[in-house]
Structure formats: C-alpha cells, structure tokens
C-alpha cells in the first residue's frame, strides 16, 4: 500500500514571474523610472526571501522595457 496521494517529482520543477515595465524617452528609459524599477526589485527579493521560494536573478534593459 501507498501512503501518498500521489507521487512528487524528486526535484520540484522551476518556475518564473518575469516583470515587464514599459519605459519612456529612449530604448533605456529615464533615471527617475530606473530608481523606481530598481525598488521594486528590492521589494521583490525581499518578498522571495521571506516566503522563501527562489530568488530574484536579476534584470535586462533595452528596447524600452526593462
């Protein structure tokens, strides 16, 4: 007899949150967007940790999206 409902994987599979901001003025956005992407960033690293399910790895800028 099985003791579990169902079976889980070994290693559970990987999943990912990707935010997109849409920037003004050029491809790279302005400095005032910038500080508030990286804040959010903040928040969301802080969050991850807390929750303790992952990590942030990071961000991408160009095409005017960051």
Do not use: K, Y
């Not at 949150?17 to 928040?43: H, M, N, Y």
């Amino acid at each position: 007899m099985q003791d579990a409902l169902f079976e889980l994987p070994e290693t559970p599979p990987e999943h990912a949150v990707i935010a997109c901001f849409q920037l003004g003025g050029d491809d790279l956005g302005e400095p005032d967007q910038w500080s508030l992407v990286v804040a959010t960033e903040r928040s969301m690293a802080a969050a991850v940790t807390v929750a303790g399910v992952g990590e942030v790895d990071g961000n991408e800028f160009g095409g005017g999206e960051r």
